[in-house]
């Protein structure tokens, strides 16, 4: 049985994190942030917060599946954990 890792100092480098990719989905379709807004109801700042990846420390999953909903998208297609540099 494999022993889970432990997380000690609570730093990114040692657990890696998770890429919001947004802005690459919506770029690669040709859909702006405003067009996603009048699509999803969803406010601008918000959008535009997980579009630039900025103080996205926590996920609204409703956020989440409106947009996979109205791209047809995955949860995959917006969100990619990247292991730390080291590969632990």
Do not use: H, W
């Not at 994190?17 to 040709?30: F, H, Q, S, Y």
């Not at 109801?41 to 535009?48: A, H, L, S, T």
């Amino acid at each position: 049985m494999e022993i889970p890792k432990s997380i000690i100092s609570y730093r990114t480098e040692e657990y890696g994190c998770v890429k919001v990719k947004l802005a690459e989905i919506l770029d690669r379709r040709g859909i702006t942030r405003n067009r996603l807004r009048t699509l999803t109801g969803v406010k601008y700042e918000v959008i535009d917060r997980y579009y630039k990846g900025i103080k996205v420390e926590l996920v609204d999953l409703d956020f989440l599946a409106k947009v996979c909903y109205v791209l047809d998208c995955e949860i995959s297609d917006l969100l990619e954990y990247q292991p730390p540099a080291d590969g632990r």
